[in-house]
């Protein structure tokens, strides 16, 4: 064993890329809410992206360390609370045997932030990931939230390079603030791409959706965001139920839309009015209850080339920090 969680906070869970590919035997994909955070903590403990890591939610965890071990903590305001005070996320850290480590949100932090241990958390996979999917009782540790005394082993398969460390004209926080990180603004701004059911919306629904604010309710979880806002009227009398993705955007008969998330059902018979693009889902990961969200419409080829870019700037990122430009 490598860790010991000593206070679990709220909802904390163990959390990968996700299992995508098995939705047609009803099985959610799962994985991390904000993706991005989770591929940086990774990134900066030598791990490969995929490499599973504790996801927290609202606050944060207290581990002690079973022997020497390097951990890195990744989430918009968060902190690192050490003897010698605070380190701000993004944070790389060692650990000694017996060592204790806090983390948590600092005033404004983001609502999830992750924690990646070198060599990975190494739980058992389910369907190739260790994503915890709580509602189907799968992966993470037991299929369940951590608790006060689990031990988390991590191993080495995981690994793909060195741990980073900070050289001369390499500002971490920096980088990462301008290609990872949403500025908490009163408001954040997801891209979206119309349909599959645009018929089932007037022009004037879909107008008032896309220029109106929406709040995430507190009704909102890993599966999915109940939306606060003016009522959007749909047309559809009838809907077959079909596959449905993370990030669409969902209209019950009752006109608050709900935006599904990593836990979502792999089946819905909602119209769908949108579907937020790849690239924007982990800034949505990253909202908490109370927070305001806009949506705004591009065509899929925009959103194929933003993620593209998207992708192309954390290879860039990596080879910045890892020396190999």
Request: hydrophobic share 35%.
């Amino acid at each position: 064993m490598t860790l010991t969680v000593v206070e679990p906070g709220i909802y904390t869970t163990v959390q990968d890329l996700g299992r995508p590919g098995f939705g047609h035997l009803g099985v959610s994909s799962s994985g991390a809410m904000d993706a991005d955070s989770l591929r940086v903590a990774n990134l900066l403990v030598g791990n490969r992206p995929s490499a599973a890591a504790l996801e927290m939610t609202a606050t944060g965890v207290t581990v002690r360390a079973s022997k020497k071990v390097v951990v890195a903590l990744v989430g918009p305001g968060w902190q690192v609370h050490r003897h010698s005070g605070p380190v701000a996320s993004p944070a790389v850290c060692r650990m000694e045997t017996g060592q204790t480590l806090r983390v948590g949100p600092g005033k404004g932090g983001a609502f999830r932030a992750y924690l990646a241990v070198r060599g990975g958390v190494e739980t058992d996979p389910v369907m190739g990931s260790r994503s915890t999917d709580s509602r189907a009782e799968i992966g993470g540790l037991e299929g369940r939230q951590l608790v006060g005394g689990d031990r988390l082993p991590s191993g080495t398969r995981a690994v793909d390079g060195p741990v980073f460390r900070q050289k001369a004209g390499v500002d971490v926080p920096a980088q990462l603030r301008q290609l990872f990180e949403r500025s908490f603004r009163s408001e954040c701004c997801l891209r979206t791409v119309v349909g599959p059911h645009g018929a089932c919306f007037t022009g004037s629904q879909k107008e008032r959706f896309f220029l109106s604010e929406w709040e995430i309710t507190t009704s909102s979880n890993r599966v999915g965001y109940r939306l606060r806002g003016p009522r959007i009227r749909q047309e559809a009398d009838t809907l077959l139920s079909e596959g449905v993705v993370p990030g669409a955007v969902q209209v019950p008969a009752g006109g608050s839309p709900i935006m599904l998330m990593s836990d979502c059902q792999t089946m819905g018979g909602y119209p769908v009015l949108c579907t937020v693009i790849t690239a924007d889902l982990a800034s949505a990961g990253r909202c908490a209850p109370g927070d305001k969200l806009r949506f705004t419409a591009v065509d899929l080829p925009e959103a194929e080339r933003i993620n593209a870019e998207k992708k192309a700037a954390f290879s860039r990122l990596r080879s910045s920090l890892l020396g190999t430009d």
